[in-house]
């Protein structure tokens, strides 16, 4: 189980540095900027979390290989997209696994901190979502899941799901089971057939 | 009194709320992201000066009714634009009501955990602009606050008139009134009559 | 020694100030929003650091007069560039003196939290180049470091140089002294000959 565990703990790093990598390369930054902008991606969601819950040392001073991991992974997208086009599915599913993931991780870093079930929910999500506001702003666009389909959506219900198993009782696993599994199926519902949510209208004067 | 500084502290927060709320809206945002950018909008700043002096728990997490009060007045926004114009300068009076009193409060906090006048000042002003700061870069826009008709000088000019009328000996309460009809008359001269700051000027090569 | 060291620091943090008014002045922010992105040039990477390595208090609140520096230096531009034309040249070899005062200042204080070479390093970096990145993303473009001619790579190599020689037993005035003339020199040279890193390539589909 705890292999499980740090193997998708890792995973996430990954594919969150991959997308960040890929975004920035959209902007022809260079390869600094590329690794920059990756270990935000994949990093800013714990960071911000920590920082604001007062949890130092934040999760990468803490251990380290969460940057190599990152590196790495920028570094692969880096020399690869110069060789073969990235297939946009494959990454929006390994995405999809490091949200729910991410998500699970953060809530429950939050209850171990000793908050209230509303403060995790909301670091859950903070620690999901986070990393990718943070890289879009750093590529200087409106971040993707402000506008996307379900996305924050899916974290929220997953996390929400987990809070509800935990208070009747349910055994840990199958709660965490559950909830990233409710994450996964509405993230990647959103993806194969591109539901979003509603958007702000204004009345015209 | 203390009642009305809590009402005062919710109101500061919903309209903040619903400034973020209405920008975001003007990028078409969906409903996620207005609620987003409307509590970075609400709770930016006093999160960022908690961090900053180290002050935790920080504001929401001690206190999770923040959270709620922001995520309301975003969704009544999100709702009722939808049918009416929402008045311009009702909120931006609302919004001058709000600048008051957050600049104080932020002082405050930081006077009350033994910082110095400077520090406290800039706090007071940290507390008071930096969510609208937050709010337009993660909109993708220059902040409004950089470019518009005085407004942190009127936050300065408030705080700063606080510390006077404190190192003078005038009772807390006295003062607190002064510097915050101060803030409130300089910015909605701003508002009505247009004034601005000098912009930066480059000489011609 | 310590002299030179209060030197170099006050004049890094006066030099990042001047480019971050110059930054903002090129985007015709009004002197509020002038300040602002000065000091946050000045002053975000050092912040940033001790945030994330959660060292209260932040180097400035721990000593306001890196505030007066960086709010005098941004005034001086201010008014100057009302009359003269500054020398974009000569900004940039200032600029370069602090990126490698500042680097291998925040590489210490990390060192004397207790922190590891390659936590260190990176606390390194982040303090000689997150103010220009926080600059760039306030006044709504992409960083200039992400696409700029050696610029994060002279840090990090003065840097690594460092622990080296540290590792090998120099005397600490005599690494530092090396370290410090490596990030000038690489950056020097990437002003004048305008190298830069590779680009991020995408295969074309």
Known sequence: MSSV????????????????ALTAGHKQLDIF??????????LGGGTLRDV????HPV???ANPAYLYVGISAAMVVFVLARFVS??????????????????LAGLQKAQSLGHSADIALLMGLMTGVAGGILRDVLCNEIPLIFQ??????????GGALFLVLQGLGVAGSVALFLAMATILVLRLTGVFFGLSLPRFLLSKP
Chains 1, 2, 3 share one sequence.
């Open 59 to 61: 999760i990468w001073v």
């Open 5 to 20: 565990i740090v193997f998708l703990d890792f995973f996430g790093i990954a594919v969150f540095a991959m997308s960040g």
């Open 86 to 103: 990235l297939p946009l599915r494959t990454l929006e599913v390994c995405d999809a696994i490091g949200l729910a993931f991410f998500t």
């Open 52 to 55: 604001i819950l007062g949890a």
């Open 33 to 42: 900027g590329v690794l920059v902008v990756a270990l935000i991606a994949c």
């Open 148 to 157: 996307r389909e379900i996305y924050a959506t899916a974290a929220i219900a």
